[in-house]
């Protein structure tokens, strides 16, 4: 069966990085998904200590490209995103935390959600984005992603400030909302389900990047 998310303003149908992700974030949360039938298998690399920051890529994971590397083991360490592979399916790779403090909250109650980047070139739409999953229905799961794509929420010297930045645009099942305050005004009881990533992706068509991603805030305690 075939499964579409939206990245940005792109609608992606079938398995694909993207799905691959998704399915993995969910594998460790535990949750319940009905993964396309070539979804790997979830696989990442867990920084040293408690709740440190944590890769995950699509050469750990198998059948695309992408490697993630943390420079240190610190609980905001850099990572090094690097979407640079000749795979054929494309590269991801992407950070998160195994614990997040956000799970239950109701997006009007975040009050820090971002990071900040450097990269080989300017993101463009789909390379680069921090995907939050949203319960709206109050039962606890996952009903869609919000996708706060770098290239709509440019900030100022690389940081997304999902928060506080008023010219952030929010994606949600394939709708702009202007803004964080914007999204929590049209689903003021919709909840944060899930953990919070951010992902860098890149298809074959695309020129390579590497990304350094800092300073990543996602409800970690």
Request: glycine share 12%.
């Amino acid at each position: 069966m075939n499964q579409q998310v939206y990245i940005g303003r792109t609608l992606i149908t079938g398995v694909g990085a993207v799905l691959a992700v998704l399915a993995l974030m969910l594998a460790f949360s535990g949750a319940a998904h009905a993964a396309g039938p070539n979804t790997p298998n979830p696989h990442a690399t867990f920084a040293p200590g408690h709740n440190k920051i944590q890769c995950f890529d699509g050469t750990t994971d198998g059948g695309f490209g992408g490697t993630c590397t943390l420079k240190s083991n610190g609980v905001n360490a850099p990572a090094t995103l690097s979407n640079n592979s000749s795979n054929p399916n494309g590269d991801y790779s992407g950070v998160f935390y195994q614990n997040s403090m956000l799970i239950g909250k109701t997006l009007g109650s975040v009050t820090q959600l971002g990071y900040t980047y450097s990269g080989t070139l300017s993101p463009l739409p789909g390379n680069l984005s921090l995907n939050v999953p949203i319960d709206t229905t109050g039962d606890g799961a996952t009903d869609a992603y919000a996708f706060v794509d770098a290239f709509y929420c440019p900030g100022t010297n690389g940081t997304v400030d999902v928060i506080n930045d008023t010219n952030c645009g929010i994606w949600f099942n394939g709708v702009e909302y202007a803004n964080w305050a914007a999204f929590t005004a049209a689903f003021p009881s919709a909840t944060i389900s899930d953990l919070p990533f951010v992902v860098a992706e890149r298809t074959p068509a695309e020129p390579a990047a590497v990304w350094t991603v800092t300073n990543v805030h996602l409800g970690q305690k």
